[in-house]
């Protein structure tokens, strides 16, 4: 089983809808998590850290689930530029904090 | 530009050649890694520095690769012998000499092709 798994897709949107990705983890010692966008062949940029509470960044909304050890990432009002691979990101737990990343959830929004 | 650098962008090599990265972090960050990112896959961790030392290296790093972080700014990947398996886009980042502080910041990546 993968430490950290994702819908592969391609989700295929049209602009203006609402997209939600989904992620689970499976160390439970995990203490950091994050959504990270990456576009073809360029390095993964930081979209938003993830907690508890639910964090929100204008469309983007992200919640963390500990106890059933679950991501998600709402995405509301998608536009062109959203299309990217949008990657689920933990923390191993350990003491140097290196991050483990699920494959990737290809996102293509269509005019 | 004070993001995390890497040289070169793209090494094209024969197999069997030795092949050497840098990577530059963002100024005073004292803690640095390497992933590597097959296509299709999310980027996986290979070794970590903090400071000039390097505390945890993955079970990925073979023998063949070797990084160092000398002065504890800049890091450098060494893979020697490469082989086709080798191909991959290979990843710098670092992150901040700051409690709780854990996005890691990507350089843009060396690209490696082993023919």
């Known amino acids: 089983r993968k430490e950290v798994e994702q819908d592969p897709g391609p989700f295929n949107v049209p602009e203006g809808a609402t997209v939600a990705f989904n992620c689970t983890y499976s160390?439970?010692?995990?203490?950091?998590f994050f959504w990270y966008r990456q576009d073809c062949r360029k390095e993964p940029k930081l979209l938003m850290s993830?907690?508890?509470s639910g964090n929100e960044d204008g469309r983007f909304t992200a919640q963390l689930n500990r106890a059933s050890q679950y991501i998600s990432l709402l995405i509301r009002d998608s536009k062109l530029s959203d299309s990217a691979t949008y990657l689920c990101?933990?923390?191993?737990?350990?003491?140097?904090?290196?991050?483990?990343f699920g494959t990737g959830t290809l996102l293509a929004v269509q005019p | 530009d004070t993001g995390v650098s890497q040289d070169p962008r793209h090494k094209i090599t024969k197999r069997g050649q030795n092949v050497t990265f840098r990577c530059d972090p963002i100024?005073?960050?004292?803690?640095l890694y390497w992933y590597r990112q097959t296509l299709g896959q999310g980027p996986e961790f290979l070794t970590y520095?903090?400071?000039?030392?390097?505390?945890?290296k993955s079970r990925l790093l073979s023998d063949r690769f070797s990084a160092e972080r000398p002065k504890g700014s800049f890091s450098t990947l060494e893979i020697q012998r490469t082989e086709q398996g080798d191909s991959a886009m290979y990843l710098c980042?670092?992150?901040?000499?700051?409690?709780?502080?854990?996005?890691?910041?990507f350089g843009p990546g060396t690209r490696l092709t082993v023919l």
């Open positions: 990101v933990v923390s191993d737990g350990g003491a140097t904090n290196k991050l483990i």
């Open positions: 160390n439970s010692a995990s203490q950091s």
């Open positions: 993830v907690y508890s």
């Open positions: 100024s005073e960050h004292n803690r």
């Open positions: 520095f903090q400071n000039e030392a390097q505390l945890e």
């Open positions: 980042a670092s992150i901040p000499p700051v409690a709780g502080v854990h996005e890691q910041f």
